[in-house]
C-alpha cells in the first residue's frame, strides 16, 4: 500500500505561485509513475501533470503548459508541483496519484490517491 498526502495548498492573488507537495509512505514511490489532478466545485476532475518513474518524461495539460511544472525526488518520497503565474480559473482542490503505467493521465488509471489540498487563486 502506498499513503499519499498532499501540501502547500492556501489562498494566493492571481499571478503568484504556489509549490505542492506529495509525500508518500508505505512504499517508494520510484516504483511509480505520478500524477496531478484537480477537481474545481461544479466540475470533472481534469488532469494537470505527470511525471515517469525517473523523472526523465513529464506531460501537462494545456492549460497549464508553460505556467505549471512536475517534478520528483524518489529520495525523499515525494512529488511536486510548482505553480506559477497563478489565475482564478485554476482554483480547484488538488491531488495527487500513484500508477505502475505511465504516463498517468486518467484518475481512473491510478493506484493510489491522495485526499487533496485546496488551490484558491483570488483575482
Known amino acids: 500500500q502506498v499513503q499519499l498526502v498532499e501540501s502547500g495548498g492556501g489562498l494566493v492573488q492571481a499571478g503568484g505561485s504556489l509549490r505542492l507537495s506529495c509525500a508518500a509512505s508505505?512504499?517508494?514511490?520510484?516504483?511509480?509513475?505520478m500524477g496531478w489532478f484537480r477537481q474545481a466545485p461544479g466540475k470533472e476532475r481534469e488532469f494537470v501533470a505527470a511525471?515517469?518513474?525517473?523523472?526523465?518524461?513529464?506531460y501537462y495539460a494545456d492549460s497549464v503548459k508553460g505556467r505549471f511544472t512536475i517534478s520528483r525526488d524518489n529520495a525523499k518520497n515525494t512529488v511536486y508541483l510548482q505553480m506559477n503565474s497563478l489565475r482564478p480559473e485554476d482554483t480547484a482542490v488538488y491531488s495527487c496519484?500513484?500508477?505502475?503505467?505511465?504516463?498517468?493521465?486518467?484518475?481512473?488509471?491510478?493506484?493510489?490517491w491522495g485526499q487533496g489540498t485546496q488551490v484558491t487563486v483570488s483575482s
Open positions: 496519484a500513484a500508477a505502475l503505467t505511465s504516463p498517468l493521465q486518467r484518475w481512473n488509471e491510478a493506484d493510489y
Open positions: 511525471i515517469n518513474r525517473s523523472g526523465s518524461r513529464t
Open positions: 508505505g512504499r517508494t514511490l520510484s516504483g511509480y509513475a
